[in-house]
């Protein structure tokens, strides 16, 4: 890319497309390193009151309530929003007349000097970065957390000091831009079906993370999941081999051979880790967090941050006090006897899963959100087994039904606050009624913090 060091930013003309918290943090940047910056969105400009408040005072130009082809063709680069989708025509518009087309995390990220941990796959990834972030920062480490989680990159390019490693959480979203993003250290959680109303087909969706090991060499750790077969298919990827690979696991009958080679393996209360010479152990016992699938979250954490210095002390510390994250399997009261969480987070199937093995019967489910044209028969079998009522809302909730409803007593309810006050009706003394919805939030929520937030709050209010 022509555009390598910061320096080399100013007077390039540089289009912004999308508006919100990353578009904001990556205008003010470029701005300060003298970029001639444009912010271009559909939304108009009083839809857009917040955040043109937040530039007030910055030297940018703004292209508001649609986008101007003619204007896309006058840049240096053309730089996309997360939240964007790459396959808009103007961007191809924009590409067959020579214009250099990316996304803010890829372009972003290359001014980054210190060494990278980024973070991937389907379900974990913010869990697993918190768990890092926390392991190092005991160890006495300067961490920045960002990318899908934390700030925007662009937003950690503007704090004071230096840090002495970063950690990205890197959504499928991100990676279908990566040219030359080149962590260090890269964590694959896992991989199932999950945003197809954005890649189409679930290849496209695997294509797109794959690009995590476009530029792997030498000196790259690759940590992956032994357990989820669609990520062994991809180690087998010659990028992936250029580099170390540690892997982690459940099953015991798997540490002789990660052992030898160097990794992580859960064995009852204990996880045997590999990463020089010797083998350590760390203790499970005094885990916080509630699900079997954390235990996968910990040795991720565990291999990663070890590489980039945690020591055995702190990071035993962080497995024995760790609580977990705001809206992942969230423990929000208990109310008549019945226990109400909050797993707002669980937006495709697979976490869903994960959040149902968590407790053991009488759940009363609550489902539904944007429809992303997700398959939702593979939770017939937790649903017949640990679901005695189930809650559907929002616009997938027809899609949910023909795919579930015959395997639990099913409603199909208006409003989220009407199915929150539904499903506490049809609860008695030791139900668990649980948000896991296995869908985004966009249809009624701006993302899925804010739902589960309302969450909360509706259950806060019962008497």
């Not at 980024?118 to 190092?136: A, D, F, P, W």
């Not at 081999?241 to 009958?253: A, V």
């Not at 992942?328 to 208990?334: F, L, T």
């Amino acid at each position: 890319m022509f555009i390598e060091k910061v320096e080399d930013l100013k007077d390039k003309k540089i289009l912004i497309v999308g508006m919100g918290r990353t578009g904001v943090s990556s205008a003010k940047f470029l701005s300060s390193k003298g970029a001639r910056v444009t912010l271009s969105d559909h939304k108009s400009k009083a839809e857009l009151a917040d955040y043109l408040e937040l530039m007030e005072g910055v030297d940018v130009n703004y292209d508001l309530g649609g986008h101007t082809p003619k204007l896309f063709l006058e840049q240096d680069v053309v730089m996309l929003s997360p939240g964007i989708s790459a396959q808009l025509k103007i961007f191809d518009y924009a590409r067959q007349n020579g214009v250099h087309v990316t996304g803010e995390f890829e372009f972003m990220s290359q001014f980054i000097d210190q060494p990278i941990i980024g973070v991937t796959g389907t379900n974990g990834k913010t869990t697993t970065v918190s768990l890092i972030y926390e392991m190092l920062k005991a160890s006495g480490k300067k961490v920045w957390v960002g990318g899908n989680y934390g700030k925007p990159v662009s937003e950690l390019l503007m704090l004071d000091g230096e840090p002495d490693v970063v950690i990205l959480e890197v959504s499928s979203f991100m990676l279908e831009h990566v040219v030359n993003f080149n962590p260090k250290n890269i964590v694959f959680m896992n991989l199932a079906e999950n945003h197809l109303d954005r890649h189409k087909t679930m290849e496209d969706y695997i294509n797109a993370k794959r690009k995590i090991f476009l530029n792997t060499n030498q000196t790259t750790t690759s940590i992956l999941n032994a357990d989820d077969n669609a990520v062994v298919e991809l180690a087998r990827d010659p990028s992936v081999q250029r580099g170390r690979i540690f892997y982690f696991s459940r099953r015991s009958s798997l540490e002789p051979q990660i052992m030898n080679i160097g990794g992580a393996v859960n064995i009852g209360n204990e996880i045997k880790v590999r990463t020089g010479p010797e083998i350590e152990v760390f203790s499970t016992q005094n885990q916080k967090i509630r699900g079997q699938h954390t235990v996968e979250n910990i040795m991720a954490s565990i291999l990663a941050s070890r590489e980039q210095g945690a020591t055995h002390e702190a990071i035993q510390k962080v497995i024995d006090t760790y609580t977990g994250l705001e809206h992942r399997i969230e423990y929000v009261r208990r109310v008549g006897g019945v226990s109400f969480y909050n797993d707002s987070k669980a937006t495709n199937v697979h976490a869903v899963i994960r959040a149902l093995r968590s407790f053991d019967e009488n759940i009363i489910l609550i489902m539904g959100g944007k429809d992303t044209n997700l398959n939702y028969t593979p939770l017939r079998e937790e649903i017949k087994r640990r679901v005695k009522t189930l809650v559907l809302v929002g616009e997938a909730k027809e899609r949910i039904n023909r795919d579930i409803g015959d395997y639990a007593e099913t409603y199909l309810i208006g409003t989220f606050d009407e199915a929150v006050h539904f499903a506490y009706s049809k609860s008695r003394i030791n139900d668990t009624v649980l948000l896991s919805p296995g869908a985004s939030s966009f249809d009624i929520f701006d993302d899925y913090r804010e739902r589960g937030s309302h969450y909360k709050k509706i259950v806060l209010e019962f008497t």
